[in-house]
């Protein structure tokens, strides 16, 4: 059930949302028994809530009938949250901040999904409600902590959900089940109304069949809220300068030397990842080597460091109380973190900080780093029989990356020959996020046909190279709708996703009008004198594209804009007379460049 399918299916009258939530309540009550739910929520407030919607036009909201599933450390008013342990449950009043930005983005939540005890783990075996079962095969590991979610995606239960990801609870699921898997920037989705794991780092992570789905949540879901002290105002102006369009041709590719990468043995992931590198070389990216080493050695205080203490902050006296209650393995984990020291604690923030300056090196040569999401996969009985250490193994890509303030995304990169999904993750600096998921959908095309374990094939593109929709309006911005800037909001609180960086043809002229705040350009076509004029095309719900142009005021209007490539998009133009008395800023190649050399002036 993809999201642009549904909303299509919606808008175009086929389907009703009480339709829709009938069919996959069905579809939960058939399904194999995988140990992927915790608490479904009752039927009458499911319908009650698809009801209420049948009352407003399909394009109203971005998620308009989207079902969804929350992992059970995230709350969802008026239902109990567990974190995998009964005996700690309690229901909240109030739901989670990010789960109710997507309620009232019209999705429809139907259940609380199995995950490693208090988010403990990255295999998915450590709960009291049963180890999750493999959408591929029950008798391996689906990964975790976020076990449930990534299944119930998988199997077509639901159209995306919600996890968590501190160490890569997000990350190696989809990997294990063919997803992708978007671990944001730290404080790009609120942690407000999550059962803490390691507070400083823990993300609220999103499951998806394609990247143009996970963008669409990410978009509505991510956001800054005043009452969690973790929340940052802007994830995408994190990295101090412009957003970068990743693509694949020249994208800078950071690649482990062949003697830091590890597979635990498992020569079939090593091949994947080999072919992976090669396609992606072949299809334009400069793969490059890099000392791999400082992200390991961050990687490993994670759990051999004091930071384990933060998970005994968060549920310590809990397990002092009933230690009976806990998973023995979980217990053994948690409750080392009574152990470290303050002086210890400090000690490893400082390494810390030497370790994120070496990783500077690599950064300053590469746009991406891309390495396996997990080295190898194991049974579940394997697991059972050594929980820790084969736990470790499978954090060996991922638990460098909250530590180091980066942003990730798991994308599937093939099969084994037996079937089991094998994936990749795209590694970016803070605030990537939405240029990572957009690599990702051409990763995604280049490596695999389906989605999820699904017999459903990947979305095609057009011939624009985006995904083929007749309810979406591309349209090319090129001032304060930019990512990051002050308007940006009116294009993603209507559902917009952000598709490319790109220029128009040379053939345009940029002003900086009068007036402000909001400061803005116009940005003219010219018969002399033109220039290429960096736009970022973004695609809107077509119900929603009048809303948004009706907010469009004098002298800007939208027309016809030529990008670089000879075609042409709806996108800002300004009118002629507007140019008298206006600075022209064309030489400045944008509107970012012209802020640039104002932000130096002052």
Known sequence: MLIRDLLAGYRAGRVSPVQVMESVLEAVARAPERNAWITLVPRERVFAMAQALVSRPPGSLPLYGIPFAIKDNIDLAGIPTTAGCPEYAYTPSESAFAVQKLIDAGAIP???????????GLVGTRSAFGACHNSFDPAYICGGSSSGSAVAVATGLVS??????????GRVPAAFNNLIGLK???GALSCRGVVPACRSLDSVSIFALTADDAQRVYGVARGFDVRDAYSTVSADLRRGGAPRDLELAGLRLGVPRPSQLNFFGDTQYSRLFAETVGQLEALGAGPVEIDFEPFLAAARLLYEGPWVAERYCAVGDFLEQHPEAVYPVTLEIIRAGRNPTAAEAFRAQYRLMDLRRATEEAWSSVDVLVTPTAGTIYRIDAVNADPIRLNSNL???T????LLDLAAVAVPAGFRTDGIPFGVSLVGRAGSDQELLGLADSVQRARVARIGALDTPLPALSESGWPDTEDDICVAVCGAHMLGLPLNHQLTSRGGRFLQRTRTSPVYALYALPGGPPYRPGMIRVAAGGAAIEVEVWSVPADEFGSFVNGIGPPLTIGKVELQDGSRVSGFICEAYAA????????????????ETVRMSE
Request: charged share 15%; proline share 2%.
């Open 399 to 402: 638990n460098f990356v909250n």
């Open 110 to 120: 139907v259940g609380k999904t199995n995950l490693d005890q208090f988010a403990t």
């Open 395 to 397: 954090g060996y890509y």
């Open 580 to 595: 008298v008395g206006a600075r022209d800023i064309t030489s400045l190649g944008g509107w970012r460049g012209y802020l």
């Open 184 to 186: 944001p920037t730290r």
């Open 160 to 169: 995306f959900a919600l996890g968590t990801d501190t160490a890569g609870s």
